[in-house]
Nanobody, 122 residues
């Protein structure tokens, strides 16, 4: 069993910052990719940023220069530093990870966190 637990969401004013964390636990062999997606009301879930276990990152165009994704492989934890937040960044942010477990080390399985609400409003 693998669990992803997110923290760090909340209410922030436009121009403010938040830092999200996502901790993976369970019988993990290796986490290939960790990252963040978001879903606003009435919209589809979309990629925000992901990072490989080698440190390669991918960002959505709408967050480039404002958000930064990082990870601590020793802690199986990923972070999303969000700066210069805008009202349109308001959404539920979901942690996503593609993991190979101890039980099935040759297979990659996708896991999702429960989501954390980020609201940007004055």
């Amino acid at each position: 069993q693998v669990q992803l637990v997110e923290s760090g969401g909340g209410l922030v004013q436009p121009g403010g910052s938040l830092r999200l964390s996502c901790a993976a636990s369970g019988t993990i062999f290796v986490i290939n990719v960790m990252g963040w997606y978001r879903q606003a009301p009435g919209k589809q879930r979309e990629l925000v940023a992901v990072i490989t276990n080698g440190g390669e990152t991918t960002y959505a165009d709408f967050v480039k220069g404002r958000f930064a994704v990082s990870r601590d492989n020793a802690k199986n934890t990923a972070y999303l530093q969000m700066n210069s937040l805008k009202p349109e960044d308001t959404a539920v942010y979901y942690c996503n990870a593609r993991i190979r477990t101890m039980r099935r080390p040759l297979e990659e399985t996708e896991y999702w966190g429960q989501g954390t609400q980020v609201t940007v409003s004055s």
